[in-house]
């Protein structure tokens, strides 16, 4: 079965450092998402990409987060300088979108959970 | 923001019974989803229902589509132990082009052997 990948698994850090979390979508699909999970919030949408294009990132905070797709293989999402508040599951989801009904089922990788002290 | 808010929150039952778990939102959608999540995992996807459907089914699942009210239900028959898992619903805005999927906070299900 194709798989989403993401890396690391787990990242333990120190506040003030960068954190970089990467994603190896499924060939073939045309959607990206990463989604930030706690229990206080639940899963937060970040960022989403649509062909490579960022479509909304209302969701992420633009001073410290930036999401990007350099190819069609590798998304990445940076925190620079991380906060104790980070500390959370980030989720890296790709899918196919019909345009014309907007139907995108999901494929979710494993997630990268982050320990931010 | 979230779009869509599972009720209830959590959910114990026996093995064997019915659970139903609800889904309400807040805009016009497209397409409503339903995903569930095992503990320390990913996402995984169940069913999608589209705005025009008012049900579906697969397998144990049944999903009803309320587009007046804004709200989905899914119901799972006939529960198992490895039924226990969050059970999330997912919508997409169709007030943009862009359908970007949000989530609700989910219903954690405890199905007691």
């Known amino acids: 079965d194709a798989r989403v990948t993401q890396t690391p698994r787990h990242k333990v850090t120190e506040m003030g450092q960068e954190v970089t979390m990467r994603c190896q979508p499924i060939?073939?699909?045309?959607?990206v998402f990463w989604y930030r999970q706690t229990m206080m919030q639940g899963l937060e949408l970040l960022a989403y990409f649509r062909n490579r294009a960022p479509l909304d990132d209302s969701g992420m905070p633009k001073d410290r987060f930036s999401a990007e797709m350099p190819d069609a293989t590798l998304a990445t999402l940076k925190i620079q300088p991380s906060e104790p508040r980070d500390s959370a599951v980030y989720f890296c989801?790709?899918?196919?979108?019909?345009?014309?009904?907007?139907?995108?089922?999901?494929?979710f990788g494993a997630g990268s959970r982050l320990t931010v002290l | 923001s979230q779009q869509g808010e599972e009720d209830p929150q959590a959910l114990s039952i026996q093995e064997g019974e019915n659970a139903t778990m609800n889904c309400s939102y807040k805009?016009?959608?497209?397409?409503l989803q339903w995903y569930r999540q095992n503990s320390g995992r990913g996402l995984v996807h169940l069913i999608l229902i589209r705005s025009n459907e008012r049900e579906k089914h697969s397998g144990r699942l049944r999903v009803t589509l309320d587009t007046s009210k804004k709200s989905s239900s899914l119901l799972i028959t006939a529960s198992r132990a490895a039924d226990t898992a969050s059970y999330f619903c997912?919508?997409?805005?169709?007030?943009?082009?862009?359908?970007?999927?949000?989530f609700g906070k989910g219903t954690l299900l405890t199905v007691n052997p």
């Open positions: 805009t016009s959608i497209n397409n």
């Open positions: 989801a790709s899918g196919l979108q019909v345009l014309a009904s907007g139907a995108n089922v999901l494929t």
């Open positions: 997912a919508t997409d805005d169709s007030g943009g082009s862009n359908y970007k999927l949000t």
């Open positions: 060939l073939g699909h045309n959607t």
